[in-house]
């Protein structure tokens, strides 16, 4: 099993929850007994006010010798293909399956080189039982089934209550705390398949 390991958040989209996605993702990780390095590229610092937040609370989140770096990129046009995203072994991406979204996260996924397009696991993101969205979602599958690269993973539903309240930091890990059945169970369902990945 390789050692470090690198993960990036992107898709070229502002707005679809990638920082959420790295705090959750780094808390399952630590709930995991593994250690997390997280570099945030992101002009808005959010995942990074969200580490100093824990920090202050006595928790320590990233650590630079941790053996899976995260790393949170901006989420405007054109950022995306940076040294991170090339090099990469994982290319996290969250998306919502609306019109608009979607026009920018295909053509930016169309863009990419044949290996890149091979790392690339889209995450449906505040999702909702519309049929819109499940339209959306569709519409990647075909797209992942027509070029023959890329995943699509399991989506986390819109949880106002529960997954924007993760960044303001606490002094427990999220999944050591009273978080509800459904909650729980979506978010082991994913990063359980993203832990697997990273065990090949």
């Known amino acids: 099993?390789?050692?470090?390991?690198?993960?990036?958040?992107?898709?070229?989209?502002?707005?679809?929850?990638k920082s959420t996605l790295v705090a959750l993702l780094a808390e399952w990780l630590l709930?995991?007994?593994?250690s997390v390095h997280i570099i945030d590229t992101d002009p808005n610092q959010t995942t990074q006010t969200w580490i100093d937040k824990c920090t202050n609370f006595g928790r320590?989140?990233?650590?630079?010798?941790?053996?899976?770096?995260?790393?949170?990129t901006a989420g405007t046009s054109g950022s995306?293909?940076?040294?991170?995203?090339?090099?990469?072994d994982l290319i996290l991406v969250p998306f919502k399956p609306h019109?608009?979204?979607l026009e920018v996260i295909v053509g930016w996924f169309l863009s990419l080189k044949e290996s890149l397009q091979s790392r690339v696991l889209f995450i449906p993101?505040?999702?909702?039982?519309?049929?819109?969205?499940?339209?959306?979602?569709?519409e990647i599958s075909a797209v992942i089934k027509e070029e023959t690269r890329g995943q699509l993973?399991?989506?986390?539903?819109?949880?106002?209550?529960?997954?924007?309240?993760?960044?303001?930091?606490?002094?427990?890990?999220?999944?050591?705390?009273?978080?509800?059945?459904?909650?729980?169970?979506?978010?082991?369902?994913l990063f359980t398949k993203i832990t697997q990945l990273l065990s090949e």
């Open 1 to 17: 099993m390789k050692k470090d390991w690198m993960i990036a958040v992107t898709g070229d989209k502002g707005g679809v929850g």
């Open 31 to 34: 709930y995991q007994g593994r």
């Open 60 to 72: 320590t989140i990233s650590s630079k010798d941790g053996g899976i770096t995260i790393v949170d």
């Open 80 to 88: 995306s293909l940076t040294k991170y995203i090339r090099h990469a």
């Open 99 to 101: 019109i608009a979204d």
């Open 125 to 138: 993101n505040m999702l909702s039982n519309t049929k819109e969205q499940k339209t959306g979602v569709a």
């Open 153 to 189: 993973l399991p989506g986390l539903a819109e949880r106002k209550a529960v997954y924007p309240t993760l960044l303001n930091g606490g002094k427990n890990n999220f999944f050591e705390t009273n978080i509800d059945h459904k909650t729980r169970e979506e978010t082991q369902q």
